[in-house]
């Protein structure tokens, strides 16, 4: 079942550049789409999500993007700081109150 | 913030033992759930709860698998019989309502361990 596909495992960037964290679908039901962020041993903690009729959300320095023609969304964090370094979740969540989590990318920002 | 508990949060069993996994949801949320992740995989879904009862389960969770609200504050998760591949961490999680887009809450998780 492979409905939420985050295809980088990991990704790399300097302190203040910007990460972009991809993440693409096949389910055309899903009506939102979460980012979450998990640090080890910890649960997932919401980030941002945004509407399936929306093609972009911002909250301070997380901006999510959707493009519906594409099945493809994409969080960018701008400026990285090093606290942003965690394992990012992409997840659909349509027809149901379930969500469907990627595999995860994770993000490491280096001083 | 108000936050999901769980306890405990690690616990190791032997295999064929029954296991209870407890959970203290957000206290005026209504949806509550249960997800799994096994090591190095993505978190699962298991089963959503609303109204004292199961509203939608996975495959994962078959007849192994319970849930219940014994009390105002608490839910729980049993798996009567544990097998070893049922070794993950375990998450409850809670949402106010059930509409798509209501942001659902996890809590840090329960690590099981079959041996």
């Known amino acids: 079942d492979q409905q939420v596909k985050q295809n980088s495992p990991s990704l790399s960037v300097q302190e203040g550049r910007i990460s972009i964290l991809n993440c693409d679908y096949t389910?055309?039901?899903?009506?939102?789409f979460l980012w979450y962020k998990k640090y080890p041993a910890e649960g997932p903690t919401f980030l941002i999500s945004?509407?399936?009729?929306?093609d972009k959300n911002e909250d301070g320095r997380f901006t999510v993007f959707l493009n519906k023609s594409a099945k493809h969304l994409s969080l960018h964090i701008v400026p990285s700081q090093p606290g942003d370094s965690a394992v990012y979740f992409c997840?659909?969540?349509?027809?149901?109150?379930?969500?469907?989590f990627g595999k995860g990318t994770k993000l490491t920002v280096n001083p | 913030e108000p936050e999901v508990t769980q306890t405990p949060s690690h616990q190791v069993t032997q295999m064929g033992q029954e296991v209870i996994l407890r959970c203290v949801p957000i206290?005026?949320?209504?949806?509550f759930y249960w997800y799994r992740q096994i090591l190095g995989q993505k978190v699962e879904f298991l089963v959503s709860?609303?109204?004292?009862?199961?509203?939608?389960k996975s495959e994962i969770f078959d007849d192994q698998f319970s849930v219940e609200r014994p009390d105002g504050s608490n839910f729980t998760l049993k798996i009567r019989s544990t097998k070893l591949e049922d070794s993950a961490m375990y998450f409850c999680?809670?949402?106010?309502?059930?509409?798509?887009?209501?942001?659902?809450?996890f809590g840090e998780g329960s690590w099981l361990t079959v041996v």
């Open positions: 999680a809670s949402s106010v309502g059930r509409v798509a887009g209501n942001t659902i809450y």
């Open positions: 389910n055309s039901m899903f009506d939102y």
């Open positions: 945004i509407s399936s009729i929306k």
């Open positions: 997840a659909g969540q349509g027809g149901s109150e379930k969500l469907v």
């Open positions: 206290s005026n949320h209504l949806y």
């Open positions: 709860f609303y109204n004292n009862e199961i509203s939608e």
